[in-house]
Protein backbone atom coordinates (compact mmCIF):
# COMPACT_ATOMS: atom_id res chain seq x y z
CA UNK A 1 0.00 0.00 0.00
CA UNK A 2 1.16 4.03 0.10
CA UNK A 3 3.43 4.66 2.15
CA UNK A 4 4.79 8.56 3.49
CA UNK A 5 8.49 9.00 4.60
CA UNK A 6 8.70 11.68 7.38
CA UNK A 7 11.14 13.08 8.35
CA UNK A 8 13.62 13.97 10.58
CA UNK A 9 12.47 10.84 13.08
CA UNK A 10 12.56 12.90 16.15
CA UNK A 11 14.39 16.83 16.32
CA UNK A 12 16.17 17.75 19.54
CA UNK A 13 15.79 22.09 19.40
CA UNK A 14 16.27 24.92 21.38
CA UNK A 15 13.78 27.33 21.76
CA UNK A 16 13.61 30.62 19.15
CA UNK A 17 14.81 27.79 16.37
CA UNK A 18 13.40 27.39 13.16
CA UNK A 19 12.01 23.75 12.56
CA UNK A 20 11.70 21.98 9.08
CA UNK A 21 10.11 18.76 8.17
CA UNK A 22 8.75 17.02 5.26
CA UNK A 23 6.71 13.90 3.81
CA UNK A 24 7.79 12.53 0.38
CA UNK A 25 5.97 9.38 -1.16
CA UNK A 26 5.71 7.36 -4.26
CA UNK A 27 2.27 8.22 -5.11
CA UNK A 28 0.54 11.29 -5.76
CA UNK A 29 -1.84 12.76 -3.27
CA UNK A 30 -4.87 15.37 -3.53
CA UNK A 31 -4.46 16.62 -0.19
CA UNK A 32 -1.90 17.26 2.12
CA UNK A 33 -2.21 17.82 5.34
CA UNK A 34 -0.44 17.73 8.99
CA UNK A 35 -1.57 16.92 12.56
CA UNK A 36 0.09 17.76 16.01
CA UNK A 37 -0.27 14.86 18.85
CA UNK A 38 0.25 15.88 22.08
CA UNK A 39 0.65 12.97 25.10
CA UNK A 40 -2.75 11.48 25.63
CA UNK A 41 -4.53 13.92 22.99
CA UNK A 42 -5.98 12.60 19.46
CA UNK A 43 -4.20 14.39 16.53
CA UNK A 44 -5.28 18.01 15.66
CA UNK A 45 -4.88 19.77 12.21
CA UNK A 46 -2.57 22.39 12.18
CA UNK A 47 -2.94 23.06 7.99
CA UNK A 48 -4.60 21.93 5.38
CA UNK A 49 -3.01 22.03 1.42
CA UNK A 50 -5.70 21.19 -1.74
CA UNK A 51 -2.91 22.35 -4.54
CA UNK A 52 0.15 21.78 -5.96
CA UNK A 53 2.76 24.23 -4.73
CA UNK A 54 0.41 26.13 -2.36
CA UNK A 55 1.98 27.60 0.45
CA UNK A 56 -0.39 28.27 3.40
CA UNK A 57 0.76 29.40 7.02
CA UNK A 58 -0.99 29.13 9.97
CA UNK A 59 0.28 31.66 12.84
CA UNK A 60 4.13 30.51 12.85
CA UNK A 61 3.72 27.14 10.52
CA UNK A 62 3.98 27.36 7.31
CA UNK A 63 3.62 24.33 4.56
CA UNK A 64 3.83 24.19 0.93
CA UNK A 65 2.01 21.18 -1.04
CA UNK A 66 4.97 19.95 -3.60
CA UNK A 67 4.50 20.82 -7.14
CA UNK A 68 4.99 16.49 -7.91
CA UNK A 69 2.11 16.30 -5.77
CA UNK A 70 4.56 13.80 -4.29
CA UNK A 71 5.58 15.74 -1.05
CA UNK A 72 5.11 18.27 1.85
CA UNK A 73 7.46 20.38 4.24
CA UNK A 74 5.90 21.92 7.23
CA UNK A 75 8.00 24.79 8.56
CA UNK A 76 7.97 25.98 12.34
CA UNK A 77 9.29 29.03 13.03
CA UNK A 78 10.62 30.43 16.11
CA UNK A 79 9.91 27.48 18.33
CA UNK A 80 8.70 27.93 21.92
CA UNK A 81 8.42 25.14 24.69
CA UNK A 82 4.47 24.60 23.66
CA UNK A 83 5.68 22.86 20.23
CA UNK A 84 6.53 19.74 21.96
CA UNK A 85 5.00 16.87 20.32
CA UNK A 86 4.54 14.84 17.26
CA UNK A 87 3.85 15.97 14.13
CA UNK A 88 2.48 13.93 11.19
CA UNK A 89 2.41 13.92 7.76
CA UNK A 90 -1.28 12.86 5.71
CA UNK A 91 -2.16 12.72 2.76
CA UNK A 92 -5.38 11.80 0.79
CA UNK A 93 -5.65 10.00 -2.43
CA UNK A 94 -7.30 11.07 -5.48
CA UNK A 95 -11.07 10.12 -5.42
CA UNK A 96 -12.10 6.96 -8.00
CA UNK A 97 -15.15 6.77 -9.57
CA UNK A 98 -16.39 4.79 -7.14
CA UNK A 99 -14.93 7.54 -4.38
CA UNK A 100 -13.02 4.98 -1.80
CA UNK A 101 -10.97 7.17 -0.35
CA UNK A 102 -13.56 8.86 1.88
CA UNK A 103 -12.11 9.13 4.97
CA UNK A 104 -9.09 7.32 4.37
CA UNK A 105 -5.92 9.38 5.05
CA UNK A 106 -2.02 7.83 4.63
CA UNK A 107 -0.47 8.92 7.66
CA UNK A 108 3.35 9.60 8.12
CA UNK A 109 5.51 7.96 11.23
CA UNK A 110 5.81 11.15 12.93
CA UNK A 111 8.40 13.98 13.66
CA UNK A 112 8.84 13.83 17.84
CA UNK A 113 9.89 17.14 18.16
CA UNK A 114 11.53 18.54 21.74
CA UNK A 115 12.02 21.82 22.23
CA UNK A 116 14.76 22.91 25.15
CA UNK A 117 14.30 26.54 26.89
CA UNK B 1 -18.81 23.53 20.50
CA UNK B 2 -18.23 19.99 21.92
CA UNK B 3 -15.58 18.29 19.84
CA UNK B 4 -15.31 14.34 19.13
CA UNK B 5 -16.26 12.52 22.14
CA UNK B 6 -15.10 8.75 23.00
CA UNK B 7 -15.64 6.31 25.14
CA UNK B 8 -14.49 4.70 27.52
CA UNK B 9 -11.03 6.67 27.41
CA UNK B 10 -9.04 3.38 28.91
CA UNK B 11 -10.47 -0.66 28.62
CA UNK B 12 -8.17 -3.27 29.41
CA UNK B 13 -9.55 -6.53 28.36
CA UNK B 14 -7.99 -10.28 27.69
CA UNK B 15 -7.40 -12.02 24.51
CA UNK B 16 -10.89 -14.01 23.09
CA UNK B 17 -12.51 -11.27 24.77
CA UNK B 18 -14.60 -8.47 22.43
CA UNK B 19 -14.78 -5.06 22.91
CA UNK B 20 -17.42 -2.37 22.14
CA UNK B 21 -15.75 1.63 21.36
CA UNK B 22 -18.20 4.50 21.34
CA UNK B 23 -17.88 7.86 19.06
CA UNK B 24 -19.86 10.88 19.22
CA UNK B 25 -19.21 13.33 16.28
CA UNK B 26 -18.99 16.92 16.52
CA UNK B 27 -22.75 18.13 16.18
CA UNK B 28 -22.96 18.96 12.41
CA UNK B 29 -20.36 15.90 11.08
CA UNK B 30 -21.74 13.11 9.27
CA UNK B 31 -19.00 11.11 8.09
CA UNK B 32 -17.20 9.22 11.34
CA UNK B 33 -14.04 7.72 10.29
CA UNK B 34 -11.89 5.08 12.91
CA UNK B 35 -7.93 4.82 12.99
CA UNK B 36 -6.10 2.50 14.89
CA UNK B 37 -2.74 3.87 16.14
CA UNK B 38 0.29 1.60 17.52
CA UNK B 39 3.77 2.23 17.85
CA UNK B 40 5.18 0.05 15.20
CA UNK B 41 2.81 0.84 12.47
CA UNK B 42 1.52 4.50 13.37
CA UNK B 43 -2.28 5.39 12.36
CA UNK B 44 -3.97 2.84 10.05
CA UNK B 45 -7.35 3.18 8.34
CA UNK B 46 -9.78 0.97 9.84
CA UNK B 47 -12.85 2.41 7.85
CA UNK B 48 -15.57 5.25 7.14
CA UNK B 49 -19.09 5.48 7.89
CA UNK B 50 -21.55 8.55 6.38
CA UNK B 51 -25.25 8.14 6.89
CA UNK B 52 -25.57 5.12 8.68
CA UNK B 53 -23.13 3.44 5.46
CA UNK B 54 -19.82 2.33 5.34
CA UNK B 55 -18.48 4.24 2.40
CA UNK B 56 -14.33 3.03 3.34
CA UNK B 57 -12.77 0.60 4.62
CA UNK B 58 -8.89 -0.55 5.49
CA UNK B 59 -7.16 -4.05 5.76
CA UNK B 60 -8.17 -5.24 8.32
CA UNK B 61 -9.53 -8.21 9.35
CA UNK B 62 -13.27 -9.08 9.78
CA UNK B 63 -13.01 -8.91 13.66
CA UNK B 64 -13.52 -5.07 13.12
CA UNK B 65 -16.74 -3.98 12.57
CA UNK B 66 -18.72 -0.91 13.31
CA UNK B 67 -21.82 0.88 12.49
CA UNK B 68 -23.26 4.35 12.46
CA UNK B 69 -26.65 5.42 13.81
CA UNK B 70 -29.37 7.96 12.68
CA UNK B 71 -27.44 10.24 15.22
CA UNK B 72 -24.43 10.32 13.40
CA UNK B 73 -23.12 8.58 16.54
CA UNK B 74 -20.71 5.60 15.93
CA UNK B 75 -19.30 2.29 17.21
CA UNK B 76 -16.65 -0.38 16.94
CA UNK B 77 -16.45 -3.81 17.84
CA UNK B 78 -13.85 -5.87 18.18
CA UNK B 79 -14.32 -9.29 18.17
CA UNK B 80 -11.88 -12.53 19.71
CA UNK B 81 -9.20 -9.94 20.69
CA UNK B 82 -5.80 -10.17 20.25
CA UNK B 83 -2.25 -9.12 21.90
CA UNK B 84 -1.63 -7.33 18.55
CA UNK B 85 -4.92 -5.13 18.97
CA UNK B 86 -3.62 -3.54 22.09
CA UNK B 87 -3.39 0.29 20.69
CA UNK B 88 -5.22 3.38 20.77
CA UNK B 89 -8.71 3.94 18.74
CA UNK B 90 -9.12 7.06 17.15
CA UNK B 91 -12.06 8.40 16.14
CA UNK B 92 -12.55 11.37 13.83
CA UNK B 93 -15.85 13.50 12.37
CA UNK B 94 -15.41 15.18 9.30
CA UNK B 95 -18.38 18.35 8.12
CA UNK B 96 -18.68 17.50 4.77
CA UNK B 97 -18.51 13.91 4.14
CA UNK B 98 -16.74 14.69 0.70
CA UNK B 99 -13.13 13.89 0.01
CA UNK B 100 -11.58 17.08 1.78
CA UNK B 101 -9.05 15.26 4.40
CA UNK B 102 -9.93 17.44 7.20
CA UNK B 103 -10.89 14.94 10.39
CA UNK B 104 -11.21 16.53 13.65
CA UNK B 105 -9.86 13.44 16.08
CA UNK B 106 -11.19 13.19 19.66
CA UNK B 107 -8.56 11.67 22.31
CA UNK B 108 -9.01 8.22 22.06
CA UNK B 109 -9.77 4.95 23.21
CA UNK B 110 -6.67 2.88 24.37
CA UNK B 111 -7.52 -0.81 24.57
CA UNK B 112 -5.03 -2.82 26.79
CA UNK B 113 -5.19 -6.54 25.57
CA UNK B 114 -3.57 -9.04 28.06
Known amino acids: GQQLNQSPQSMFIQEGEDVSMNCTSSSIFNTWLWYKQDPGEGPVLLIA?????ELTSNGRLTAQFGITRKDSFLNISASIPSDVGIYFCAGQLPTNAGGTSYGKLTFGQGTILTVHP | KAGVTQTPRYLIKTRGQQVTLSCSPI?????VSWYQQTPGQGLQFLFE???????NKGNFPGRFSGRQFSNSRSEMNVSTLELGDSALYLC?????????????FGEGSRLTVL
Open chain 2, 92 to 104: ASSLRGLNTGELF
Open chain 2, 27 to 31: SGHRS
Open chain 1, 49 to 53: LYKAG
Open chain 2, 49 to 55: YFSETQR
